[in-house]
């Protein structure tokens, strides 16, 4: 039963990250289309920070937290999680986002063929691998925040882990928003682009996040934790 509380809070979480992230961008498109200025897609940005911070307050003692198919591949491929575990974790986390994303485009269908219901998109005249390069390097920052601060917790305070993997979200987005759209997570993606239609270059926010979050918890267990693996 424990493990049905689970896969709910990871499909509960998903669902709310995709549909207020993605719902800012597609707001704020919205906006614009209406005839007024919007308020820019930096508020989207911030909105995706907080949402990441209420989300991991709200179920990392449920599940963890990990809302994002990256951070449970980390988990499973050191050990931390059993491979029929991580498969439904992984299920209920796209499950959550595609029915966001289906919520997304019931509410706002002028965005569908447009602004794609909030799903990432690279950025003007960028070639997909620098796209992939930067999803790689913000994920592994990302995720590397994730085990030092929610694992770590001698290191840092568990009141403080939730601020610090929001912050860090939030500005690597920032970062990465003009080239790949910032995702970090293949859900935040995979749920507005099934309701969508758009899948062009979709591999990039797949392998970019995943390869990123296998270095940073490979570089975490080597050198930071003091052993190979928490079981």
């Known amino acids: 039963m424990n493990n049905y509380k689970k896969y709910i ?27 007024g200025q919007g308020a820019g897609y ?27 198919p990256a951070v449970t591949i980390s988990f499973l491929v050191t050990g931390r999680m059993d491979a029929g575990t991580a498969a439904f974790y992984i299920i209920s986390q796209l499950l959550g986002a595609v029915i966001a994303g289906f919520f997304l485009r019931i509410l706002f269908p002028d965005a569908v063929s447009t602004a794609h219901l909030g799903t990432c998109a690279l950025g003007k005249d960028v070639e997909f691998w620098k796209a992939l390069l930067i999803e790689a390097v913000m994920t592994f920052l990302f995720i590397f925040t994730i ?27 920032l ?14 993606v995979f749920g507005p682009a099934v309701a969508s239609g ?11 996040p995943v390869s990123g979050g296998i270095g940073a918890v490979f570089l975490y267990d080597k050198i930071f934790s003091g052993k190979s693996a928490e079981k």
């Not at 928003?177 to 293949?186: E, T």
């Not at 758009?198 to 970019?208: C, N």
């Open 9 to 35: 809070a990871e499909f509960l979480g998903t669902l709310l990250l995709v549909f207020i992230g993605a719902g800012a961008v597609c707001a704020n498109y919205s906006m614009k289309m209406a005839g």
């Open 42 to 68: 930096a508020w989207a940005i911030v909105v995706f920070g907080l949402v990441v911070v209420a989300v991991v307050y709200a179920t990392s003692y449920i599940s963890g937290s990990h809302v994002n």
């Open 147 to 173: 085990f030092a601060a929610a694992l770590g917790s001698r290191r840092t305070p568990g009141i403080l882990a939730g601020v610090a993997i929001g912050l860090v979200y939030l500005f690597g987005v």
């Open 175 to 188: 970062v990465a928003y003009s080239i790949s759209g910032g995702a970090l997570n293949p859900a935040r």
């Open 198 to 208: 758009h899948f062009d270059y979709h591999f990039v926010w797949w392998l970019g």
